[in-house]
């Protein structure tokens, strides 16, 4: 078990660029959820998918905001057109589908918009 | 909609003294519930869950939490602090069934003087 993996760990982009992040999750986890944090925040949800199906999507993912899990394993999250209020950390977290939902999270990829 | 807070958003302690981390929760139904911790440098991970039975709970590096259904709580407790324990705890509840997508409070930081 490697645990939760994100790439990059770092991204400075300007603004009006597109970034794409990726999220690998534990391979027998077919949760997967995607948070944003920012500094003296907890995370907050964008997120999430079961298998390769995105089920449920925060009001704060607006439409420069896409994710996909293609293949039910790895996911990528896109941001287009970046503004400087995107800059955060994106968490990925994954789960069992069974249980009580506890979330095994990765390191975070830290964005930053100049 | 679920709403967590948690009262104390820095506190700094000398090794030795005892820990307690406020945490309430607001929703109607049955929740689980959650302590994150996240190390410096490190990603987020569980420090302990409560789903139901015994309200008080233990979890790792001897800490513990007591969910009290009247007052909507679950705070964490440690008796003896050490300048490890330094580190940003999240509260977070989610409602069983379904997308199990937690909301987190807004962290507390702990910082423990050696």
Redesign the interface.
Known sequence: DTGVSQDPRHKITKRGQNVTFRCDPISEHNRLYWYRQTLGQGPEFLTYFQNEAQLEKSRLLSDRFSAERPKGSFSTLEIQRTEQGDSAMYLCASSLDRGYGEQYFGPGTRLTVT | AQS?SQHN?HVILSEAASLELGCNYSYGGTV?L?W?VQYPG?????LL?Y?SGDPLVKGIKGFEAEFIKSKFSFNLRKPSVQWSDTAEY?C?V?A?GG?????????TSLIVHP
């Open positions: 967590v958003h689980n959650f994150y490190q990603h987020l991970q569980l869950k789903f999240f977070a989610n069983p997308s199990y997508i937690p909301t987190f409070g807004r962290g």
